[in-house]
Every structure is written in C-alpha cells, then in structure tokens.
DNA sequence: TAAACTCCTTGACTCAGATCAACCCTTGGA
DNA sequence: TCCAAGGGTTGATCTGAGTCAAGGAGTTTA
C-alpha cells in the first residue's frame, strides 16, 4: 500500500522544463547557459521520496548526485554504538552526492516529502569536465557549506543549551525569510521542519533537554509557540543576542 | 628585535622553483602542467610566519590567497565574551583565504614558524577562470575539507572528552605518518603541534579537562609520553577503539 | 641567581545537561 | 470505540566536565 503511494508520485512526477524550475537560479545548475542547460536536462530524472524515507544510507553505492528541488533532509553521521550527529541540513537547491566518490559518506534521511533532481554520477563528472559553469559553482557552493559547517562547529563546541537552540531556530527563521521573500521587518512565523528528536541530533543534545529549552525561551518571551511547530519570533535581534551571536545579524546565507 | 628577526627571515626565504617544492602534488597548484605552472610561479611571494604570529584577523581585508609550504597554523572563531572555537587546523599544502571573498572569516594563527606560497587574490582569481586544473584541484580540497568539517561536528556533539583526546591524537598521529611515510606498522612517534589550551580550543573543552584526559590515557597505556609533547602510541588499534572509531582505521585523510 | 613567564598538572567543589521515568496529546488503524 | 504508536513535556536524580585554586617544571629576562 505504501509502495502504491510511491509509484504513484513517481508517475506523477513529470520531467520540469529547467526553465520553470524553482530552483533554477540557487542549484548547481544556477550558472549554466541554455545550451548547457539543454545537456543537462537530457540526463536528469526525478525522484521523490516520503517524509521518513531514507535516501541513502551511509557506506551504499552511490551512483547518482542530485540537487534538492523540493522538502528537507538530513544528512546524518552514526557510531557504532548508536550515537548519532546530524552534520547537514539539505534544503532546496542543496546539492547531494559528491562527483568522484562511489560511496556514500552519510545517512540521506528525507524528513518531509521530498523530490530530488538526479543524474547518473558517470555521465555528470563527465559534464563537469566539460562545463566548467558547472564545476565554478559547484566549488562556491561547497566553500559556501564549508563556512556553515565551521559556523556549526562553534555552536556545538561552545555554546549553552540555550544558546544552541537560539541559533537553530535563528537559522531555520533567517533561510524561511529569504525564501519567503517577507524580509527581516515585523515579527516573523514559520513552522520548524524539524521534530525534537531531530533537533537534539543536529544540536548534540538531548530531546528532553530541546524540550525544556525550547520551553524556557517560551516563557522568556524569545519565542511564541503555536502547537509544537508553529514559531512566532517577535524580536529577532533578542533572538540572536539568545543565541550568543553578534545583535546586527551577520551575512547571508 | 623580534622585527629585525622577521625581516631577516624574509631576506632568507628566496623563491623556490615550483619543481622543488615540497608540496607540490598536494597543494592547489597540483595538477598544474608546466605552462601553468610558470604563471603561478610569476604572481606567486612568499611569507614567513613565526610562532605565535597572526597572519590574519577575522574580519580584515584580505587580497591574498595561498598555501601553506611548511608549518601549522589553526583557524578560529571566536565569541563576543572570549569564547573561542578551534575550525580548523592549516597543514603544508593546505589552502589559506577563499576567490571571491573580501574579508577573512576566521583569525588565522601561526603556532609553529611558518612559510606560505602567497598569490594576491584577484590574478588568482583571473587565472582559475582561466586554467581548470587550479578550480579542479581546489573543489576536491574544499570537499575534503567540508567531510573533515563534518567528522569534527560529530566529535564536538556527540564524544566524551576522553574520546574527544583519543581522536585527536589520532588525527594527529595518522597524517604524521602520511607525511613522513613510516606507514603504520609499528609504534607510532610524533610530537603534538598544540599546547594543551590549543587542543582544548579545538575539542571544545577546557585546558584542564584536556590535561586530565591526557595523563589517564597515559596511566591507561593507550599512549606514552616523553616530556609534554612527545607522544608514542603502541597500539594504533586501541587508541582508535578509545576514539569511538571504528577500530580498521578509517579512510586516508 | 633570581624573578617572571609560559605551559602544564592536580585537587576540591559545582552545575549544566544526561538519564530514567511517568505521563499527555494527537492520529490512525482495526 | 478502543488501543497502539509517535511526538512531546515535565520531574527527580546523577554525573562528566567546568570552575576555582594551588603549585611544579622549564625558559627567558635582567
């Protein structure tokens, strides 16, 4: 039955025109000409994927990279012993996969519905090659994760509880509004993609201890809460100074 | 005094021939033909750093790029109230600064006397438009990078302090042995590049803890020490099972 | 030759966050 | 209509690592 549900959105699925994209402008395809684009469209495909789904586990063959159209997933790191740390949050226009590497390196978790724009990993290095738009934006968008990676590494090396939570939930706030289009004035809402269990992970922390957190920044008025997910943030500059960062906000991302 | 040093320092570092140098087939500049190769060796300087000196502030203008030639130096963010964050740590043939960028993102600190190959930023950034190989090389580096990057989130988020020490050492100890080609048969013998504060910077935990953890690695036998900084480690195996690592070693890094 | 550093170690005490446990609410079968 | 499961909260208790404090060992300065 659930397999019915996934054949289904397959078959739903058809091929976009690369033109009408959502992601055309952010993916790794943001700078190729038409031309490069016209090669590229004929060796994608798509995939979607169910909230809960796992992409890849980590050590698989991995014989295609992608870029996330459309959802959320989690890229996850385990011990052998069951411990577990999320190392990446992937968003549309993310890019999956690493060109030159067979194996995959991490868990792919899909954690909403989900639909990924794929191509075979051979014939992609081999564009790569060839177009080098491809590879120049590529390298800025891997430059551009390496700077969120060391940003995460503060957080989970020096930061409170608190402030750890405070930061998640700046993030997620600050990457809804870019996409919203709805800028930085007036209180901002947005629904948090993530279930404590999830945010513990990415945080190095525990679910009880996001629980009692997120409570407590609550109480203080940092944040409102409507249902469990629905997040209302009246000040964001109080937000970030919760979250131990400079008030004036910081770059892009 | 220390500046009469610093200047006698820079007489001594005559050009090197790209051909001689010894990071040559891991640096940015490896996959270089020889054409290219001479262009670099046009635009390129060098600098030399002593212990203990910034080469960078976080922040600053920066219209440099470059490698590092020999030495090590550490990258580090640092919190409003002193907090501070270890993000990386600079090895011979690492690359320094990002095409594009204006501003350096970290502090930049010399913990051993250093040289670096330097290239000012923008015919830098004109030649990688122009030859590949440059943005090639430098996209494999940055995954690299971006996958060490994530190892350490899960080491910041989710290891004991002991653990945290263990894999550290291990870290240390493998690309010692990479460098200096001893393989890993037999005991391993190095010594660490950081004081104890450097270590704790890196591991997100104080000085004292890290002190701790060392000596009862120590008093364990998972490690021996001649002096503070002279580290033999009889079992490779073993310290990788205290690291929480799976125990057949891992990938090259 | 001592004083002043830097780097490191060790002990005693504290506390933030983990652990263990009980319980609530919502959803969706059967 | 109930029951089971997933997600979330809250309380009591425990503990690993932080904090504060004293002191050692080796080097550089004067």
Redo the contacts between chains.
């Keep these: 039955m659930a397999k019915l549900a996934i054949s289904e959105k397959i078959a739903h699925c058809a091929p976009v025109d690369c033109g009408d994209c959502p992601i055309r402008h952010r993916a790794v395809c943001a700078r190729c000409e038409s031309d490069e684009l016209e090669l590229l469209e004929q060796i994608k495909y798509y995939r979607n994927f169910e909230a809960g789904q796992t992409v890849i586990w980590s050590g698989d063959q991995m014989d295609f990279v992608a870029s996330v159209v459309s959802g959320i997933a989690t ?1 996850t ?1 385990t ?3 069951g ?3 999320m ?2 949050l992937l968003l549309p226009s993310d890019f999956v996969g ?1 060109p ?1 590497r067979e194996c995959a ?2 868990d792919v978790v899909a954690t909403t519905d989900m639909v990924m724009c794929c191509f075979r990993r051979k014939p992609f290095e081999q564009m790569m090659v060839r177009t ?1 738009h491809i ?2 934006r ?3 968008m ?2 551009d ?3 969120a ?6 957080v ?3 930061k409170t509880a608190r402030e750890k939570i405070a930061s998640l939930i700046a993030i997620i706030a600050r990457r809804d509004a870019a996409l919203s289009m709805q800028g930085m004035r007036g209180p901002l809402v947005f629904d948090l993609p993530l279930t404590r269990e999830a945010m513990a992970d990415y ?2 922390l525990t679910l009880e201890t996001v629980s009692r957190q997120v409570s407590a920044l609550k109480k203080d008025g940092v944040i409102s809460l409507e249902g469990k997910r629905r997040v209302t943030i009246p000040d964001m500059g109080r937000l970030l100074e919760e979250a ?1 960062d ?1 008030s004036d906000g910081g770059l892009l991302v």
Excluded: I, K
């Design positions: 890229l790191q011990m052998e012993d411990r577990t740390q190392v990446g690493r030159g390196a991490y080098p590879a120049q590529l390298l800025e891997t430059l994760e390496l700077d990676a060391r940003e995460w590494m503060l989970l090396g020096r945080l190095g131990g400079d």
